[in-house]
């Protein structure tokens, strides 16, 4: 029976959850998994100067989180050109996501994004009632165009983008996203999440416009920096739009150890560049399995590779059957995109275990 | 200028920050703080072993974080004697009251809690458009009798009530809430904070009822576990409401690192109780230096010490003078509550330095 003290709203959302995580597929099958190729974490992991400032942190873990981030957005501020004005700190992209759409969808708003983009946006956006309109992928590209359309036509709060896309790993170059940013309608606002950037080619993110009121860009410490597990994205906006997550944020609840995990991380080019060269070579191994066992690889400009199976029916037989056999994948919820399974990039005992797997599980349904 | 691109609701809210923290205020001054003693952490620190879990769990923050915290709620679980069910992690107790508000308050409801108690909840209820309303302290105690006549009158969906109380850190027995919990309206919900619960004599916590719909129970590891920097609080409820939480919560939010330092500071019950005690021994020093300066102590059950200065204006001159000589406190933000001063319990360092600084600050006004 659904809580009569519950709003409207929450009584009429589902119990769902964007992923299910493979922790919780380990307790399913009563097992580990031998890799784990299927969150676009990096096995790669963080700097070892990261690690070594979480360990130092967590013997100051009893004090309260600074709720500014001040070292951390400092050093970000200075990294990325941008003033401080420009930039809050997140629970991870998720959480500035959900924050967000807060902020600016009421019930019944109109919300523009692709159909097979990122589930955790659609939550937030059926979470605070928004209205979601999808627009199909073009050649398993995320397309402006049919996204800017969209928006005039129900007169959109937000567009969501990722650029490079998950889950295809395809990418737009920066020419063609500023183009984009010119075309958001009036009273609308773009969502550019670039969780993926770091991995990409020069060239495929437009330069930051730090008054530019028109697209908020997402990033994060998860993939390229490998810090998943700590939780921390920022946003880079125009002052106005980034001081009204202030109004809403949970203010004290950035872990003192996340920060300054992410801090190091972020002084660490270095480790990022050898990082971003390795997810370059584990992508181009993962193309190489594909094709040696007749599956399609897609280009992908992020740390994960989609390969075509030819049918969603034969990508769901291959997901399960590799989870099986211990090794954890995913793919993409919908038709067309769901003709490819989705491989993170793995270290090369990952990959060897890849290749041994992938030609039995392709026999195994 | 509003973005116009803001919810109604999200433009109307201002643009407000429940507490400002400890390392604002340093910036501000341009030197540290010799004694921080204003956020009711615990100096005396987590235990050892949950600094070296979180230490060991760094190396992993590449993967994300398991969603439902399966292990920690599993210890939890057993320590408490509910069932998974009757648990949900989140950011802080604070990150549980947002997605609680969120959950069960629509623009409009009415909300009740007591004038001076918990700002952060106030906020939440703000953020979501609830209609609060505020009954006095009696005798320095929240009022149970008051709260419960106010939902009543206002048709409340919450009430808000913190036991042991901050700031006061007065409390009320267990009888005295197990009668509090049989007299709320229906359609209500007590939201019953118990984050200093484990400062507390026994018998201040009624027991867990895992089927109770009427009361949900707050917990953290901010306080005598020493690890508010890592933002890891828990509810404990009736199954069908807490699994609501699965609605609206940021599944990926909580930090791996987190995650595992609570887990191992649940699993060291004697750090717990040792450092139980010092905290015992550090409010009795608290309350002795203020006799010592004329000021009144008030019983405390938490992890802080009210001393009575005699007025507000007093109070506030104090505090600033304190803050000025580099100690950091708190005080209440309504009268009459303001006119005591709020001392977390210290170190013996922290605590010598509060006994000479002391009459020094009283002199300063």
Redesign the interface.
């Known amino acids: 029976?659904t809580?009569?003290?519950?709003?409207?709203?929450?009584a009429a959302?589902?119990?769902?959850?964007?992923?299910v995580?493979p922790?919780?597929q380990e307790?399913q099958r009563g097992a580990s998994f031998r890799a784990?190729l299927g969150?676009n974490?990096?096995?790669?992991?963080?700097s070892p100067r990261?690690?070594q400032a979480?360990?130092d942190?967590?013997?100051?873990?009893?004090?309260?989180?600074?709720?500014?981030s001040?070292d951390l957005r400092t050093a970000l501020s200075r990294h990325l050109g941008v003033g401080m004005g420009n930039l809050v700190m997140g629970?991870?992209i998720?959480?500035l996501l959900?924050s967000l759409v807060?902020?600016?969808?009421?019930p019944g708003?109109a919300v523009v994004t692709s159909d097979g983009a990122y589930p955790t946006f659609n939550y937030h956006v059926a979470?605070y009632g928004g209205t979601l309109h999808k627009v199909p992928y073009r050649d398993d590209h995320e397309d402006p165009d049919a996204l800017i359309a969209r928006a005039h036509d129900t007169g959109a709060?937000l567009i969501y983008l990722s650029n490079p896309d998950n889950p295809m790993g395809s990418w737009h170059d920066a020419d063609r996203i500023a183009r984009m940013i010119e075309e958001v309608p009036q009273?609308?606002?773009l969502v550019l999440d670039e969780a993926y950037l770091e991995c990409a080619p020069e060239g495929t993110a437009p330069p930051l416009d730090p008054e530019d009121?028109r697209v908020v860009r997402m990033r994060t410490f998860?993939k390229a920096y490998?810090?998943?597990?700590?939780?921390m994205g920022y946003a880079i906006g125009q002052p106005?739009?980034i001081?009204?997550f202030?109004?809403?944020r949970?203010?004290?609840?950035?872990?003192?150890?996340?920060q300054a995990?992410a801090l190091a991380a972020l002084r660490d080019q270095t480790y990022l560049a050898e990082t971003v060269s390795r997810i370059a070579a584990a992508r181009d191994r993962i193309a190489r399995i594909g094709q040696q066992n007749g599956l399609t690889p897609l280009p992908s400009a992020a740390n994960f590779v989609a390969l075509d199976t030819g049918s969603g029916d034969r990508t769901r037989n291959l997901l399960n059957a590799l989870t099986a056999r211990g090794i954890f994948t995913r793919m993409p919820g919908v038709a067309p995109l769901d003709r490819c399974i989705r491989i993170s990039c793995g270290s090369e005992d990952d990959l060897d275990l890849l290749a041994d797997t992938l030609p039995k599980a392709l026999t195994d349904f």
């Open positions: 029976m809580d009569p003290r519950l709003t409207p709203l929450a959302l589902p119990a769902t959850v964007p992923f995580g922790e919780t307790r784990r969150a974490e990096s096995v790669f992991g963080p990261a690690i979480m360990a942190a967590a013997a100051e873990a009893w004090m309260y989180p600074d709720p500014e001040f629970a991870g998720d959480g959900g807060r902020l600016t969808v009421a708003d979470g709060k009273g609308c606002l009121t998860s490998g810090l998943a597990g700590i939780r106005d739009l001081a009204a202030g109004r809403v949970n203010h004290f609840g950035l872990s003192r150890v996340s995990g």
